[in-house]
T-cell receptor
Framework: EDKVVQSPLSLVVHEGDTVTLNCSYE??????LLWYKQEKKAPTFLFML????IEKKSGRLSSILDKKELFSILNITATQTGDSAVYLC?????????FGSGTKLNVKP | NAGVTQTPKFQVLKTGQSMTLQCAQD?????MSWYRQDPGMGLRLIHY???????DQGEVPNGYNVSRSTTEDFPLRLLSAAPSQTSVYFC???????????FGPGTRLTVT
């Protein structure tokens, strides 16, 4: 059975901390892994990863994929209260996207 | 561009009623999909379409039907609503099947 598992389920940090969110997967015919941020409403796209070892970076956020060990991490440095959200990991396998249950991040001032 | 639009935003149904959730996109995207999101369970794929006239089942298709007669529209039909279908429903689209998806604002459905 194809599955995507995220950890931790929730996380509370203070502004300025660095956090690492994890996503492991067992999905046949892997094509890509995507990260989304979900605040109050619809998820918004952060990164798409297809190759191992190549870091994607956008401001304070970065992500990397390990296709041998079947996982990805999302790093957020110097966290701000605006980073508070649910972060979703999704894996695409040719036709379908499989989502993890998300990591809820709460950044306190 | 309006992006991905969904109607209605909220809906309350009685058990056994049927209804259609509307989804439209104006980005000429080929790939469209429907998800439901329940607390603690992330997004689960209901149905998807890789182009007009082509649809297929996702993880949780039972109780739902879809059609894709145009590139723009991808309605989701609930045939006979059940309390287990109480959820938030998201429609999404992408330029092609292997690209990032853009999500609509969601429909919160309650079945009593």
């Amino acid at each position: 059975e194809d599955k995507v598992v995220q950890s931790p389920l929730s996380l509370v940090v203070h502004e300025g901390d660095t956090v690492t969110l994890n996503c492991s997967y067992e999905v046949t015919n892997f094509r890509s892994l995507l990260w989304y941020k979900q605040e109050k409403k619809a998820p918004t796209f952060l990164f798409m990863l297809t190759s191992s070892g190549i870091e994607k970076k956008s401001g304070r956020l970065s992500s990397i994929l390990d296709k041998k060990e079947l996982f990805s991490i999302l790093n957020i440095t110097a966290t701000q209260t605006g980073d508070s959200a649910v972060y979703l990991c999704a894996v695409f396998n040719f036709n379908k996207f499989y989502f993890g249950s998300g990591t809820k991040l709460n950044v306190k001032p | 561009n309006a992006g991905v639009t969904q109607t209605p935003k909220f809906q309350v149904l009685k058990t056994g009623q049927s209804m259609t959730l509307q989804c439209a996109q104006d980005m000429n995207h080929e790939y469209m999909s429907w998800y439901r999101q329940d607390p603690g369970m992330g997004l689960r794929l209901i149905h998807y379409s890789v182009g007009a006239g082509i649809t297929d089942q996702g993880e949780v298709p039972n109780g739902y039907n879809v059609s894709r007669s145009t590139t723009e529209d991808f309605p989701l039909r609930l045939l006979s609503a059940a309390p287990s279908q109480t959820s938030v429903y998201f429609c999404a689209s992408s330029h092609s099947r292997d690209r990032e998806q853009y999500f609509g604002p969601g429909t919160r459905l309650t079945v009593t």
